[in-house]
């Protein structure tokens, strides 16, 4: 389904109903993370809302599962800004449905269906800890 290049959670896709998956793996492939969450925020106005039939509801559901997708494209390691983290965690947690919830909350309710994912938060966590003790020890020097 998603292309082997990028270690990606395809669960997200994967759960979708039929009808859904096609175009949310069109917004995976066309639209990147900020046009996903200006189209989250009016499904009406991107240009993809012609080429599919659906409700209002049916992109929110494709559009949260695309931008959920997309975040787990993201490869965290030392160095990436834990502001970027702190946000990109935001944002999967508002596509998950459970806005303004910390990254513990958000990586156990993903533990049983999207184990990627949740190992995805679980790195997060740990890449953040880590620039917090990498500037700590420079702060020292």
Do not use: C
């Amino acid at each position: 389904m998603l292309g082997s290049s990028h270690n990606v959670d395809p669960s997200f896709i994967n759960h979708l109903p039929l009808a859904l998956r096609d175009p949310a793996m069109a917004l995976i492939r066309v639209a990147s993370l900020k046009v996903m969450l200006n189209m989250r925020k009016d499904p009406t106005s991107h240009f993809l809302y012609d080429d599919f039939q659906l409700t209002h509801s049916q992109w929110q559901t494709a559009l949260n599962a695309a931008i959920l997708t997309k975040v787990s494209y993201f490869e965290l390691e030392i160095g990436f800004p834990n502001v970027y983290i702190n946000k990109l965690i935001e944002i999967a947690s508002f596509a998950y449905g459970l806005p303004n919830k910390p990254a513990p909350v958000l990586y156990q309710a993903m533990t049983h269906e999207h184990h990627q994912m949740a190992a995805w938060i679980k790195k997060a966590l740990l890449v953040q800890q880590q620039n917090l003790r990498r500037e700590k020890a420079r702060r020292t020097l």
